[in-house]
């Protein structure tokens, strides 16, 4: 959150070294050798490319398959989803202006870090609640247009950059905006973002959803890691690194696994003690400085990215500029390492503040959800060895799957006597991505 919050909120990363009892020293050099000895029995064991959309996995039980597929679990979770909405909604408008109240630890909490636990373990968890999904669906019978279709097709060349600027949008007001947790803001922010979903999936269909909605778009993302996955309209289940093969290659995909990862590694920087004493000891706003920073910080992971799959060659069947996008899921393990190892802490504690703060929405002593004298469970803070190390092993395995994903990848798409040479560049990239997130977590 912003400097100015307060209450448990402004403390939401806990990732400082006050509860990473371990030398920082030790655990960037016990992460970097794991990068490298993954890499090294790669290059030895792993030749031949093993991951295949068309193949891959193996069809879930019968009866599961009509239970995820039927229409009864599709209507019973956008009942439920529009009813958590509509219930959230109301503390948000009719709520007191005020920390305690449960839009916002929802909006901070639940939904931007919760969606990533959540797709994990269900896959694409947003897409099948999302309100505005369900609200486009009901604006489609209504009318009468064919669902899913909008007036237009969604332009190919936008690809994922819409979500992109939707995910920068959260971000800036998350970790730079003063006000991130005055209730009028976040409200505005949602109600803008409502809008704009709104529109554009009746222009362009739910494609628009798919492509732009920031929350759906992450919690896609993150789904590839989970187990589910879907060929020809069957459930199958394989395994996350083949889930992960999976995902398609679109324009703006690089921009957003560089958001989305540079966004987490600034909400670090931003509470170092050398960047806050230069932003206090400017006369201004420290706004500016936190915008360029997160800019910088974002663009730098996109960039440096860009720079490390460019460098090799390529066959004349793969384009050297379609190299970022096609190797960026490999960065989405590295992604989910770094918001576990970042947010742990924050999301099992406040997320039990804010179900705590559900079942009295308007803050008048009710006690709708029957949670409200439930107490907070500070365990994990109360043993900061089974944290530390549950961070550093965070962000290590995410590498470790982002080498093996890239690899395989490389093995696909490169010529041969490039496969080993060219991922050099990508393998030097996330050595800098390990020290330099580590560094921050520790620093912070």
Known sequence: MSPGAGGAISAHGLGGAKDLPIPSELAIAGAVAALVISFTVLAVAWREPRYDAATS??????????????????????????????????????????????????????????????????????????????????????????????????????????????LFAFVWLELVYPASTDLGPVRLWVAAYLGIMLIGSAVWGTTFLARADPFEVYSSLVAKLSVWGRRN??????????????????????????????????????????????????????????????????????????????????????????????????????IVGYIVA????????????????????????DDYLGTADLQINYWLSMHP???????VVAVALGHVVGVVAAHDRAVKLLPRRHQLTGQLPLLV???GFTVGGLYLLFAA
């Open 57 to 166: 996995g193996r069809p879930a039980p019968a009866w599961l398959d009509r239970l995820v597929s039927s229409r009864a679990l599709a209507v019973a979770a956008r009942v439920l989803g529009m009813a958590f909405f509509l219930y959230v909604g109301a503390a948000a408008v009719f709520g007191k202006d005020s920390l305690i109240n449960p839009f916002l630890g929802t909006f901070y909490v639940l939904l931007w870090v919760g969606l990533v636990p959540a797709s994990l373990l269900f896959g694409e968890f947003f897409k099948a609640v999302s309100p505005v999904r369900t609200i486009a669906m009901l604006f489609a019978r209504v009318s009468g247009v064919p669902e899913g279709q909008g007036l237009y097709a969604y332009p190919a060349r936008l690809g994922y950059w819409p979500a992109a600027a939707g």
């Open 233 to 334: 309209g069957t459930v199958v289940i394989r395994s996350p690194l083949a889930n992960l093969d999976t995902l398609v290659a679109r324009p703006g995909l690089v921009a957003v696994v560089g958001i989305l990862f540079g966004s987490t590694a600034f909400d670090s920087f931003r509470e170092s003690s050398p960047w806050l004493k230069l932003v206090q000891s400017m006369s201004s706003s420290r706004v500016l400085p936190d915008t360029l920073a997160l800019v910088c910080f974002s663009a730098g992971v996109a960039l440096v990215l860009t720079l490390a799959t460019m460098a090799t060659g390529v066959t004349s069947e793969t384009p050297r500029r379609a190299l970022p996008d096609l190797f960026a899921h490999s960065v989405v393990p590295i």
């Open 342 to 365: 970042h947010y742990l802490t924050y999301f099992v504690e406040y997320g039990q503040q804010t179900l705590i703060q559900l079942s009295d929405p308007f803050s008048r002593g």
């Open 385 to 391: 060895t089974f944290l530390a190390v549950t961070k």
């Open 429 to 431: 990239a996330m050595v």
